[in-house]
């Protein structure tokens, strides 16, 4: 199973994902800066494989640009490079774990914790 990040690229700073105002997103190509960040990609058809120490990163790559795009981070230290490239691009991420838009100045409060709560669960249950 894996943990879910989104990534935006807004005008409006974002407190709330629910109050997203539609106009304020931009149409990004967030596929090719994450190649251009990462050495390591496994490319199967649309779906991208970011191999790291520690971490895997994965998603579907797009044929245009998009105002958001999903990851699925297995491993923790996932988060932490993407964090990096959103300062770099100025891009805004809502941590699933968390439900909430993540701080990234404050990375190290994350969703991760809660993740592996729900994971424990789920496999204790079957």
């Given at each position: 199973?894996?943990?879910?990040?989104?990534?935006?690229?807004?005008?409006?700073?974002?407190?709330?994902?629910?109050?997203?105002?539609?106009?304020?997103?931009?149409?990004?190509?967030?596929?090719?800066?994450?190649?251009n960040q990462?050495?390591?990609?496994?490319?199967?058809?649309?779906?991208?494989?970011?191999?790291?120490?520690?971490?895997?990163?994965?998603?579907?790559?797009?044929?245009?640009?998009?105002?958001?795009?999903?990851?699925?981070?297995?491993?923790?230290?996932?988060?932490?490079?993407?964090?990096?490239?959103?300062?770099?691009?100025?891009?805004?991420?809502?941590?699933?774990?968390?439900?909430?838009?993540?701080?990234?100045?404050?990375?190290?409060?994350?969703?991760?914790?809660?993740?592996?709560?729900?994971?424990?669960?789920?496999?204790?249950?079957?």
């Amino acid at each position: 199973m894996s943990w879910d990040i989104v990534l935006f690229n807004s005008r409006q700073t974002i407190e709330l994902v629910e109050e997203v105002i539609e106009e304020q997103l931009e149409p990004t190509d967030f596929c090719s800066a994450l190649e251009n960040q990462f050495d390591k990609i496994e490319k199967n058809d649309n779906h991208r494989r970011i191999i790291g120490n520690d971490f895997e990163i994965e998603y579907f790559a797009d044929t245009e640009n998009v105002s958001n795009k999903i990851l699925n981070l297995y491993g923790e230290q996932g988060l932490f490079e993407i964090v990096i490239l959103a300062r770099q691009e100025g891009w805004q991420v809502f941590d699933t774990g968390l439900g909430e838009m993540l701080n990234l100045d404050n990375p190290e409060i994350n969703g991760y914790d809660n993740f592996n709560k729900y994971l424990k669960q789920v496999l204790n249950e079957k």
